[in-house]
């Protein structure tokens, strides 16, 4: 089995509405997009588990004020990273993958930290397809993007963010219609932000 921790919006806020419709529309905006699987929107904080303890995982210690800002859209060749939000590598989110690394996968203090340096890229997958993105398509997408961002109320990607969130265990094995998720995780520092 594989299983990832992915940190989502709080599921009543704009931000988790906005990120899901871009998330099911955006496949409309070029004819070779269309096979995109729809997914919920989450930032991952950790992937590729083979098993986890979800007493390790309850005890979790999250950073106050845990904040995840978009910096901007970007493009990638990777299945899961082919059209996506680049987003700030907050001291709060980094700590959050930094945890998580030492409590899932008994990482010392010291592995988790380089680990996290070199590896951590936080980011909000908006498509995950195979296609070779041409400039074409590439620009296609940006323009639908800004279009939905203005007609959300946002100045591009100014204000595009969450407070809080939650948690989710996600068994992210086989087809992507196929992950579960398990469990998901509301961490008192994180329903405080609710509030």
Do not use: C
């Not at 089995?1 to 955006?26: K, N």
Request: hydrophobic share 40%; proline share 6%.
């Amino acid at each position: 089995m594989a299983y990832s921790l992915w940190l989502t919006p709080p599921p009543e806020s704009p931000t988790y509405a906005h990120l899901s419709q871009l998330i099911s529309e955006l496949p409309e905006a070029d004819p070779f997009l269309k096979s995109s699987p729809v997914f919920l929107p989450h930032i991952t904080v950790i992937s590729g588990l083979s098993q986890v303890n979800t007493s390790r995982l309850a005890s979790l210690e999250f950073p106050h004020e845990l904040a995840v800002s978009v910096k901007s859209l970007s493009f990638g060749g990777a299945y899961f990273k082919k059209i996506y939000f680049s987003i700030e590598r907050s001291h709060t989110l980094v700590e959050l993958a930094k945890e998580a690394r030492v409590k899932l996968e008994n990482m010392s203090e010291d592995e988790a930290q380089r680990a996290v340096e070199v590896e951590y890229d936080p980011h909000a997958s908006l498509v995950y397809n195979d296609v070779e993105l041409n400039d074409t398509i590439k620009e296609a997408v940006w323009h639908m993007v800004k279009g939905k961002l203005e007609n959300f109320g946002y100045t591009v990607w100014e204000g595009l963010g969450w407070k809080g969130g939650q948690l989710l265990l996600v068994r992210t094995e086989g087809p992507v219609d196929q992950w579960k998720v398990l469990r998901t995780i509301i961490p008192t520092v994180l329903r405080a932000f609710r509030d």
